[in-house]
């Protein structure tokens, strides 16, 4: 009985870390593009296949122009409590592309280049899910 405890448990484990991974790989391919310019948002859109979970264009998406050796450290030291989510204690230069028109497979966006902090959910110490920028440095 105990062993079945402990393959059950470990099982469980693995299927949460699997998930974590999962969620951290789509996170990197949403929002890390350390060479992304204002005019290449609907290019790297279409090319990482970013969009809604029903396959819309999504209206937003926010590219920090950073690598993930620099954001997933927000996490941990690099970061501060904000709210649930865990907001950055420097600001980083970001792209935010928004979409101007299109529909699905066919969207296209203009973007805008900030210097912002920014807030991001953290999960066993991977950045998993892009909050929001913070336009005011609190």
Known sequence: M?????????????????NITERYQKF??????QRMSVDRC???IASRRIKTADNECKETNT???????LVKPICDRAGEPY??????????????????????GHCEYRGNSYTRKI???CEQGLP?????????FE
């Not at 105990?2 to 699997?18: D, H, K």
């Not at 590219?63 to 050796?69: C, D, K, L, Y």
């Not at 998993?128 to 005011?136: A, P, S, T, W």
Request: aromatic share 8%; charged share 20%.
């Open 2 to 18: 105990r062993t079945q405890f402990v393959l059950l448990l470990s099982a469980t484990v693995l299927c949460v870390n699997a």
């Open 28 to 33: 990197i391919n949403q929002h890390i593009f």
């Open 42 to 44: 609907t290019s790297v």
């Open 63 to 69: 590219f920090i122009r950073a690598t993930t050796g």
């Open 83 to 104: 709210g649930e989510m865990t907001k950055s204690t420097k600001p980083f230069d970001i792209v935010v592309c928004k979409l101007k028109g299109g529909r699905p």
């Open 119 to 121: 807030a991001i959910r």
């Open 128 to 136: 998993v899910h892009f909050d929001r920028d913070i336009v005011n």
